[in-house]
């Protein structure tokens, strides 16, 4: 009789069926809520990832802008040939064949080449960030020239959302 109850209270293989089996399913199930916390994370980052080399293409661009705009800057100080709305010259989509060339090779005057200024950024507009719009505006303040250069971004799904970026440069 003591060898029997010693047996069963050291656990018998016939007291312990199924403890293993409860353990790998709780094992389970705390990794299966790990790696979907890791799937949403990596998923948030793949977003914020996206909405920064946005970010980063639109400034690269209206930087650009602005350095033709300073390349030009005797006709860009006096004129109003680099003032562009958010509508204007836009491009649909981004097509080889729509690509402004005018004056490439170098044969235009100053008032042309800011008309191929304004073609050749919204081109590039159309062609690196999709569905964008820019502007290029300017203010008057004694002797120098601020321009306004802005470019807006539509609502691109669940993606994190990209404000509008404006850029600002005096002659």
């Known amino acids: 009789m003591q060898l029997v109850q010693q047996e069963a209270s050291q656990g018998?293989?016939?007291n312990c069926r199924g403890v293993g089996l409860i353990e790998v399913l709780v094992s389970l199930l705390i990794i299966a809520i790990g790696i979907l916390g890791m799937a949403g994370v990596h998923s948030r980052s793949l977003q914020y990832n996206q909405s920064s080399y946005v970010q980063?293409?639109?400034a690269f661009l209206a930087t650009d802008m602005l350095d033709r705009i300073q390349a030009?800057?005797?006709?860009?100080k006096t004129g109003s040939n680099y003032q562009v709305g958010l509508d204007d010259s836009e491009?649909?989509?981004?097509?080889?064949s729509d690509y402004p060339n005018a004056c490439e090779t170098g044969n235009c005057t100053p008032s042309e080449l800011a008309g191929y200024d304004i073609l050749q950024w919204?081109?590039?507009?159309?062609?690196?960030?999709?569905?964008?719009?820019?502007?290029?505006s300017f203010q008057d303040s004694g002797d120098a020239r601020t321009f306004i250069i802005r470019l807006?971004?539509?609502?691109l799904g669940d993606r994190v959302p990209v404000s509008?970026?404006?850029?600002?440069?005096v002659l």
Not at 72 to 76: H, R, T, V, Y
Not at 91 to 96: E, P, T, Y
Not at 152 to 155: H, L
């Open 56 to 58: 980063s293409q639109a």
């Open 72 to 76: 030009n800057s005797a006709l860009a």
């Open 152 to 155: 807006s971004f539509p609502e």
């Open 91 to 96: 491009f649909s989509q981004c097509v080889q």
């Open 122 to 136: 919204k081109f590039q507009l159309a062609c690196q960030i999709p569905g964008s719009q820019g502007a290029v």
């Open 12 to 14: 018998s293989p016939y």
């Open 164 to 169: 509008d970026i404006v850029l600002r440069g």
